[in-house]
């Protein structure tokens, strides 16, 4: 996947935008943009990549994502087969700074200050009441300045939720140095297009023009991890959306998911997931 900057910008009439997105399906577009994005998912289902988080997502799910973290919803086959489906979010696009330089440095803002800090791997919400979705969708309706103080609210309620859960891992840094950008958007565009072959570190290193161990000090410098724990993640964030979605052996979706082996495969999947496959199923079955 090529990582695109898309402009969410907001007018000369707003510091921050809100819309409402009815379309077929998402946008297909593995992207990042340097405002955070507060998203309310109203209909469809499919996969959300999050940094290098692959995840099934649903119809009611709240997400906020930290400024220039790459992400894409991508809805399931049917949405894109068919025309009489609807995939629809209200997602809200805004600066860190949309209400002034040091705004949020104010003691009576240090909630949300930490919210925007932990944005940065991207949140999901769990269990989110129905009065804070209409909290969400009633912006759309609002005036500039009570928009504003009800976004301030939305903020300072997620702020105060403790039931969420972290989606990119801790050691994805997204350096927006331009050298180092330019390297990086390469390295997850490859691992992405090939994380279901058999790939090493070589190759990539080949491919952004390095010698193995400068990519390997690179990378680790980079992620806070070797390169094969970050394809291994990868790999099982993609069966564990392989799992929940079909009907296939396990054994058929560790091999799809670029493991050779079902051993490493377990071994890697209960090292990430502190579960088994087959425990991880009945789990999410269960809920």
């Given at each position: 996947?090529?990582?695109?900057?898309?402009?969410?910008?907001?007018?000369?009439?707003?510091?921050?935008?809100?819309?409402?997105?009815?379309?077929?399906?998402?946008?297909?577009?593995?992207?990042?943009?340097?405002?955070?994005?507060?998203?309310?998912?109203?209909?469809?289902?499919?996969?959300?990549?999050?940094?290098?988080?692959?995840?099934?997502?649903?119809?009611?799910?709240?997400?906020?994502?930290?400024?220039?973290?790459?992400?894409?919803?991508?809805?399931?086959?049917?949405?894109?087969k068919r025309g009489n489906l609807k995939a629809e979010a209200i997602a809200i696009h805004f600066n860190e700074d949309f209400l002034g330089e040091s705004f949020f440095e104010r003691p009576e803002f240090a909630k949300i200050s930490k919210l925007i800090k932990r944005a940065a791997r991207g949140l999901k919400f769990n269990d989110v009441d129905e009065g804070l979705?209409?909290?969400?969708?009633?912006?759309?309706?609002?005036?500039?300045?009570?928009?504003?103080?009800?976004?301030?609210?939305?903020?300072?309620?997620?702020?105060?939720?403790?039931?969420?859960?972290?989606?990119?891992?801790?050691?994805?840094?997204?350096?927006?140095?331009?050298?180092?950008?330019?390297?990086?958007?390469?390295?997850?565009?490859?691992?992405?297009?090939?994380?279901?072959?058999?790939?090493?570190?070589?190759?990539?290193?080949?491919?952004?023009?390095?010698?193995?161990?400068?990519?390997?000090?690179?990378?680790?410098?980079?992620?806070?991890?070797?390169?094969?724990?970050?394809?291994?993640?990868?790999?099982?964030?993609?069966?564990?959306?392989?799992?929940?979605?079909?009907?296939?052996?396990?054994?058929?979706?560790?091999?799809?998911?670029?493991?050779?082996?079902?051993?490493?495969?377990?071994?890697?999947?209960?090292?990430?997931?502190?579960?088994?496959?087959?425990?991880?199923?009945?789990?999410?079955?269960?809920?």
């Open positions: 996947m090529k990582l695109h900057l898309l402009n969410r910008s907001s007018s000369n009439e707003s510091s921050f935008t809100v819309t409402h997105n009815c379309h077929p399906y998402f946008l297909k577009i593995w992207h990042y943009h340097p405002e955070l994005e507060l998203v309310l998912i109203e209909k469809s289902s499919g996969t959300r990549f999050i940094g290098d988080s692959i995840q099934k997502f649903e119809a009611g799910e709240v997400v906020l994502l930290g400024k220039n973290l790459p992400h894409m919803w991508l809805n399931d086959e049917v949405y894109i979705k209409n909290s969400i969708r009633g912006l759309l309706k609002k005036d500039p300045f009570p928009r504003a103080i009800a976004l301030l609210e939305i903020l300072q309620r997620l702020a105060s939720d403790k039931n969420y859960e972290s989606l990119s891992s801790l050691g994805y840094i997204n350096s927006f140095i331009a050298e180092e950008n330019d390297r990086l958007h390469k390295i997850h565009e490859y691992v992405f297009n090939n994380f279901k072959k058999v790939i090493n570190a070589n190759e990539v290193a080949q491919e952004i023009g390095m010698n193995a161990s400068a990519f390997s000090r690179f990378f680790k410098k980079i992620h806070r991890k070797t390169f094969t724990k970050y394809l291994n993640e990868i790999r099982v964030g993609y069966a564990c959306k392989l799992l929940l979605e079909s009907q296939s052996k396990i054994t058929a979706i560790a091999y799809e998911s670029g493991f050779n082996n079902i051993s490493n495969f377990n071994r890697q999947f209960k090292a990430f997931k502190k579960m088994t496959p087959k425990e991880y199923i009945k789990y999410h079955r269960s809920l």
